[in-house]
Structure formats: structure tokens, C-alpha cells
């Protein structure tokens, strides 16, 4: 594909801190053996992309270690691979990335020394599949400056939390609000573009000469009159997680077996770093039903609805409903847990309950084990 992709993986969604605190919203887990960022990098290898890089920034730790090594989405090639930016102090330059355009600014080197002559951008907190080729032929038979990736979500959804887009018959882009008090309309950016690379570098470094930094309101929303902006509308399931809710639902959408028949059965896959774990052991008075235990887990008690990430362990007469378990997480016995979310590397003792009364509740227990 004649494209390079770039991951905006730097962000910290101030509606999910609570999930945030240690790692970037794009190593978020997901669906049991997956970070958010999976599917973007998926999607960039699927489409033959062969050079990608991701920008990161807040809380990068635990996201650099899961792209230490290039392999899992087939980057380890001799020509392209995988480049991992973060914010680099130098003689012109002392800022953390204050934006997404300015992200882009800082390792503007990466587009300048490249060939390729289109952008593919992505977020890193997006949980889609979609073949960019496709989404690039269309943008060079529109003749377009930049095709924007849309998606009509339900009239029921909350769509001020995206960028809101009105398109005419063409397709062509007339207006673009990023997260308005009131939706003009139930069409919203997926934070996916493709703009040819000379185009992406001289509208950056405009937008830096006027201490311009983000790359919606900056760049999209300030030249939708100017440059021919297009959008391309997307059918298949696409959620960002940039809220515990969404987060929450999405990993849900994962219980349904058209959503897992869709990522996981369905050319092409999505792949991950791999963890070399036994499979799940399920012990005499193990229930499951209709749930997701990844690798490492052993189970004692009842699993109902739930998702339970890798090395959990669930004790005797624990019963779990409803709810999202990170990895290794040590469960006592006599747990009652619904509608929650248990952080990653907790310990809950025994006989205790949590409950989600009025929504999703987050639980960060950070008991010691050997005093159990």
C-alpha cells in the first residue's frame, strides 16, 4: 500500500481516569487477551502497511513494554517496520506534545525522510476492523485534501463525545464540530484520515507557526471551507473507549457471538502480543456461562456474563456477574462482585461484596496476598 500509518497513542481521556492512572488509554485491555492498540496495529498490517509509528506519551510504560518487539503484527521486515516516538527534549525543543498536531510536529523528521505518498492517521483507543486500501482509493477517486472516516451511530448514543460531521450528497464535509454541547447530528468521526504526506507536513507546519497543536480543531475544523474534506462512512462495529462506559460496553459487545465471530473468526485477524500461560483450569465447582477467561485464570466459582483477563484467580463460592476482571487479580472466597470493574494486580479479600448500584463501578483493592 502506498501509505505509512501513524497511532496517536498519547492521550489521557480525562472521562477514564480512572482506568488511566497507570497506563495509556490505548494499553487499555480488551476482549481478555488484547490492548486497544491491537486493532489499530492489526488494521495497519492487514492493509499492507509496512511502516507504522505510534506516539505516546502519557503513562507509556506498560504500552512500550507490549510493542517491545515489532513481530506480533508482522513488522519485523527489512524495509518499513514499527517506530515507537515519545516527547524528546532537544536544543529547539522542550515541550511535552501539546496536541495531536504538535505530536506530529515534533517527529516531523519520520514524515520528511519517508516515501510513501499518503498518511494513514489513527487513534489508538479505537476497537474496529476495516481494510484502509480501501478507504485510500476512495480518497484519490474523490480527489480529496482529507477523507475523514465516519460513523453513524444510534440516535440513542451520546455523540457529544466524538467530532460531529454534516456531509452534502457528495460526502463532501460542510461542517465539523469536535465534541459540541448539543450533536447537530448522529454522524461522528472515528479519528481515522488519509492525507497525502507533502499536504500533512505543510499543514503542520502552519499550524505550528501560529501555535496552533490539535489536529481536529486546528487543521480539520479550521479548514473545512478551504480544503476538500470528505468523509467515508463505515458499516461494521467500531466503539472508541474513551469513557468507563464505553469501555465497559465494549468489552460486553465481546459476549455476543456475532461481535467475537466478527474480530476473532473472521479474515483478517487481529493480533497481539502473546504470553506464554497455561490455558485456563476450571476446577470441580467451576460455573461458567457465557463469558470470556483468558489464559492463566483458575476457576472455583460461578462466572456469569463477565470477562475475566488473564491470570485471575477466582476462589471457592465467589460469584461474578456483569463484570470486568484485569489480569492477575486474586479473588478470595466468598466474593460477591456485579456490574464492576476490578483493576489490574488486585487483591479482594474474602466474604466481600461490590456492587454496581447506579452504573459501572471501579474497584482498586490493593490488599497483600500473603496476608490472606
Not at 188 to 205: A, N
Not at 304 to 324: D, Q, R, T, W, Y
Amino acid at each position: 500500500m502506498r501509505a505509512l500509518g501513524i497511532i496517536l497513542a498519547g492521550g489521557n481521556p480525562v472521562k477514564i481516569r480512572d482506568l488511566t492512572k497507570k497506563r495509556a488509554a490505548a494499553a487499555l485491555p480488551i476482549a481478555g487477551s488484547y490492548r486497544a492498540i491491537d486493532f489499530a496495529l492489526s488494521n495497519m498490517s492487514n492493509s499492507s502497511i509496512q511502516k507504522v509509528a505510534v506516539l505516546t506519551q502519557y503513562n507509556s510504560r506498560s504500552l512500550n513494554e507490549h510493542l517491545n518487539s515489532s513481530k506480533w503484527w508482522d513488522f519485523g521486515r527489512k524495509h518499513g517496520g514499527l517506530f515507537l516516538f515519545t516527547p524528546t527534549i532537544t536544543a529547539d525543543n522542550g515541550y511535552w506534545y501539546r496536541g495531536t498536531a504538535d505530536a506530529i510536529y515534533q517527529n516531523l523528521d519520520f514524515l520528511k525522510k519517508s516515501h510513501e505518498p499518503y498518511v494513514v492517521i489513527s487513534s489508538g483507543d479505537g476497537i474496529y476492523k476495516t481494510d484502509y486500501s480501501k478507504i485510500l482509493e476512495y480518497h484519490i477517486a474523490k480527489k480529496a485534501d482529507i477523507t475523514v472516516v465516519c460513523k453513524e451511530i444510534p440516535e440513542q448514543e451520546d455523540a457529544t463525545r466524538f467530532g460531529v460531521v454534516k456531509m452534502d450528497s457528495t460526502m463532501r464535509i460542510t461542517d465539523f464540530e469536535e465534541k459540541p454541547m448539543v450533536a447537530m447530528s448522529n454522524i461522528v468521526s472515528t479519528g481515522i484520515y488519509i492525507i497525502r504526506r507533502r499536504q500533512l507536513i505543510d499543514l503542520i507546519e502552519h499550524s505550528a507557526e501560529e501555535g496552533r497543536y490539535d489536529f481536529v480543531t486546528d487543521i480539520l475544523v479550521r479548514y473545512k471551507n478551504l480544503k476538500k474534506i470528505y468523509g467515508y462512512k463505515i458499516k461494521d462495529y467500531w466503539n472508541s473507549i474513551t469513557t468507563v462506559d464505553a469501555y465497559y460496553k465494549t468489552n460486553m459487545d465481546f459476549l455476543k457471538k456475532d461481535v467475537r465471530n466478527y474480530f476473532f473468526k473472521e479474515q483478517p485477524d487481529i493480533r497481539s502480543k502473546v504470553s506464554d500461560l497455561p490455558p485456563a483450569k476450571y476446577n470441580p465447582k467451576a460455573n461458567v456461562k457465557n463469558s470470556l477467561i483468558a489464559s492463566g485464570c483458575i476457576i472455583n466459582g460461578t462466572v456469569e456474563n463477565s470477562i475475566l483477563f488473564k491470570k485471575v484467580f477466582v476462589g471457592n463460592n465467589c460469584v461474578i456477574k456483569n463484570s470486568i476482571i484485569l489480569n492477575d487479580v486474586y479473588l478470595g472466597d466468598n466474593i460477591y462482585i456485579e456490574n464492576c470493574i476490578i483493576e489490574s494486580r488486585g487483591t479482594i479479600r474474602a466474604n466481600t461484596r461490590f456492587v454496581g448500584e447506579d452504573g459501572v463501578k471501579i474497584v482498586n483493592e490493593k490488599n497483600e496476598r500473603y496476608a490472606l
